[in-house]
Structures are given as structure tokens and as C-alpha cells.
């Protein structure tokens, strides 16, 4: 009988890259306790990368060595995983739809789940939960436009609206005027008045 570290690996090397091998679908294998010590013993040999608390990643392998899965990848792997919803923040978002220059120093995204920090190789992410109006068409321009403008906050949010109306395409932005009700007041008004304005 293979050993349980063994098919665990085996496991995990049958996984398409970056996707995340969490403690509790290996319990087929075995009890939890002797899961964990398998897990602790192949993050020590470098076989895998521990992500979080139960969640572990295989590293990536190459003719230039190894790395940590891309944080894109781990965590898509990771929300669909749990069935979460994750998606950059608010401060990525300004800066991907040209409304800040400020680049994030910290990769930070914002999840229905539970707030924690996820560990890829050197790099450290921080998940934070987040309202649900702020996931709201969570993967769409228009909900990355929400995201952006609750990281804004109040006073910027207007102007920051004139320039979005201007950047994206008609249809998103009705997009974003159709989600209006599911935003807090002073979001919503904001974007009557530059939708009506």
C-alpha cells in the first residue's frame, strides 16, 4: 500500500496547476491527524506550499526552478474551491480603470468568506470580507467600477463617475446604473446624478 504522503502527491500532481489541495478532500485518504502530518511533511520537503490554515498549493516547476502558483491562479482555484466570491479591491480596481495612479503595494482582494491571509512562496495575500453590495457582478467592468468607487469613498466618487461615463462603454456603465439600488445611499445618488446629469 502507498504511503499516505505519497498519495496525497499523487494527488495533487493531477490537479491542473495552481489549483489548491485542501486538508479536508484528502480525508478518503486518511484521519485528519495523519492528513495534517502528511501535509506538514511535504511543505517541509518543498513538494507543497502551504497557502493558509488546510489549504496547500503544488509549486510550479520549470527549467528555471520553483515558484509559487500566480496569486491570479490560487486564488480563482481558491474561490471556486470554497465557493466563495473573490475579486480584487477596490484600490486595484482604480488603478486598472485609470482613476488612480497609485499601484497597490499589497495584493489584496475582497471575498464573501471570511477575512485571512493566504501565503504563495514570499508573497503574502490578504483576503477581507466584504459587504455584498461590493461583490455585486463580482467579475464584470461594471462591478470592478463599484469596487473602485467604494474604495474612492464619497467625496472623489463623483468625479471619478464623469470620468468612468466618458472611459466605459455604454453598456457597462448601465450596467452599473442598474445595480444602483443594490448600492449604499450616497453611491446610489452618485450615480443618478451621473447617469441623469
Avoid: C
Avoid at 493531477?14 to 484521519?31: F, I, R, W
Amino acid at each position: 500500500m502507498q504511503r499516505l504522503t505519497e498519495q496525497i502527491l499523487a494527488h495533487a500532481e493531477g490537479l491542473p496547476e495552481g489549483t489548491p489541495v485542501a486538508a479536508k478532500s484528502l480525508l478518503h485518504l486518511g484521519n485528519r491527524a495523519a492528513v495534517d502530518q502528511a501535509l506538514s511533511r511535504l511543505t517541509e520537503r518543498g513538494q507543497l506550499i502551504r497557502a493558509g490554515r488546510g489549504v496547500y498549493l503544488r509549486p510550479i516547476t520549470n527549467r528555471f526552478g520553483t515558484r509559487a502558483p500566480s496569486v491570479e491562479q490560487a486564488v480563482e482555484a481558491l474561490a471556486s474551491q470554497r465557493g466563495e466570491v473573490i475579486v480584487p479591491s477596490g484600490a486595484a480596481a482604480a488603478n486598472t480603470l485609470g482613476l488612480t495612479t497609485q499601484v497597490p503595494v499589497r495584493s489584496v482582494y475582497l471575498t464573501s468568506g471570511r477575512s485571512r491571509t493566504m501565503n504563495l512562496g514570499k508573497q503574502v495575500v490578504e483576503l477581507r470580507h466584504a459587504p455584498r453590495w461590493q461583490l455585486a457582478l463580482a467579475h464584470k467592468p461594471a462591478g470592478q467600477a463599484v469596487r473602485a468607487l467604494a474604495w474612492l469613498g464619497p467625496d472623489k466618487a463623483e468625479a471619478a463617475l464623469k470620468t468612468l461615463k466618458r472611459k466605459l462603454p455604454p453598456a457597462t456603465f448601465s450596467e452599473l446604473v442598474a445595480a444602483a439600488p443594490q448600492l449604499p445611499t450616497w453611491l446610489a445618488r452618485s450615480v443618478g446624478k451621473a447617469a441623469h446629469g
